[in-house]
């Protein structure tokens, strides 16, 4: 499938035919690097913030179609150059790194613009809109060389790791053959634009926002919330189940399902969006497994974690803690709290340790891409309102 999706041209059109040795330079410990921000929301400028506090890195550039947006950035990186287009910013000689924090439906060409312009990249999850695009962009970053990280952070958690090792790996959870996973009452999915964006702002390119989106006039909820929106992202599926499926990955090795089923709706928030507001997404894996994901903005639940049923016990872990117990009557839980909540911090020193080293993130792209096509398949067994069959050798949807 990788070879068939690839478009020869677009991988080598032009003056973006190279080699990766080209771009490359060796890089030691005490090596500044140069990054550009692609993407000045909050997300962006919170991952802007925790790039500056690791040794060794500056912002030179930042980008939005949002002029506000890159006026905040600027106040965080003082003196670097301002840019609407992305690709501008990637015409930078004096650039190493990219961080794109824009919205989904910009992720996978974005991603293909840095990688064909020699740059190593930190592109925030998921790594794609559609199911298709991940190959592409696995292909460019082989074939340049270049180090790309995908922004699911559990992938570098201490507890995390920690749980897997014991539990995991050690086989005391035994046969694993559920793995239940559930993320309720995410509010930021009920936002509700600020009264300053009734009319467009002249400062905010609305043709450059839509990008690859069919036109509409300016909508300042969609630009707002565009989480609610499919055109612009998977739902609450691509965007928080992508982080859990890859847990479940991350823990049991297998990373490619072999069928999706999905329901759900819009039942409780009729505000004109298109993703579910509840959705139910139950994936077979090969051998013996089954993962299941449940998701609700209705505010009667709330809370997010991973549960692994094995023949010897149950672990369950969330970004705060994680606690086993184990199958026998009367065995007391064993719970052990995290760290921090937050491993965006491991995870970025993980990408630029990868980017000094040439060794592989623990997020590399091709994880990225199982993650996100994993959650892809659940939003087409939704839409599609079918069983959707998947050759997990050839990764490609198999017909009816």
């Not at 929301?41 to 930042?62: C, T």
């Not at 064909?116 to 990249?121: E, H, P, R, S």
């Not at 894996?285 to 009667?300: H, K, M, Q, V, W």
Request: glycine letters at 8%.
């Amino acid at each position: 499938m990788f070879d068939a999706s690839i478009r020869r041209r677009d991988l080598f059109r032009g003056s973006l035919a190279f080699t990766a040795a080209s771009y490359s330079r060796i890089l030691g410990a005490n090596d500044r690097l140069r990054l550009g921000v692609i993407g000045c929301g909050e997300r962006g400028r919170a991952d802007m913030r925790i790039f500056l506090k690791q040794p060794g890195v500056e912002v030179v550039a930042v980008c939005d179609v949002y002029g506000e947006m890159t006026d905040r950035a600027q106040q965080i990186a003082t003196g670097a150059q301002a840019f609407t287009d992305h690709r501008k910013l990637l015409e930078l000689k004096d650039l190493d790194i990219v961080l794109i924090a824009t919205p989904d439906h910009w992720h996978a060409q974005t991603t293909l613009d840095a990688l064909n312009a020699g740059k190593d990249v930190y592109v925030e999850k998921p790594l794609t809109l559609k199911i298709e695009e991940g190959p592409e962009i696995v292909k460019a970053a082989r074939v340049y060389e270049r180090i790309c990280q995908v922004g699911m952070q559990q992938r570098s958690g201490p507890h995390y790791i920690q749980a897997k090792q014991e539990y995991i790996d050690s086989g005391k959870l035994g046969k694993v053959t559920l793995a239940r996973t559930w993320w309720h009452g995410n509010q930021y999915h009920l936002r509700r634009a600020p009264e300053r964006l009734r009319h467009k702002p002249s400062n905010l390119d609305w043709a450059r926002f839509l990008g690859p989106v069919k036109w509409r006039e300016w909508d300042p909820q969609q630009y707002w919330n565009w989480r609610a929106y499919l055109d612009f992202g998977g739902g609450q599926i691509t965007d928080l189940f992508t982080h859990w499926i890859d847990v479940v990955h991350m823990f049991l090795g297998q990373d490619i399902p072999i069928s999706a089923v999905a329901a759900g709706g819009v039942y409780v928030y009729k505000d004109g969006r298109t993703a579910p507001d509840t959705i139910s997404v139950l994936l077979e894996y090969p051998n013996d497994l089954t993962a299941t994901f449940e998701a609700t903005l209705a505010p009667g639940l709330r809370g997010a974690a991973v549960e692994f049923v094995g023949t010897e016990g149950r672990l369950w872990i969330s970004r705060s803690r994680f606690e086993f117990q184990a199958a026998e009557k009367g065995a007391q839980p064993v719970v052990v709290k995290a760290p921090t909540e937050d491993s965006t911090p491991e995870h970025i020193a993980n990408f630029l340790e990868c980017v000094r080293t040439r060794r592989l993130p623990n997020g590399d792209v091709l994880v990225g891409h199982r993650s996100a096509q994993a959650s892809h398949l659940g939003n087409l067994a939704y839409l599609q309102k079918r069983r959707i069959r998947f050759d997990h050798v050839r990764e490609e949807i198999l017909p009816l």
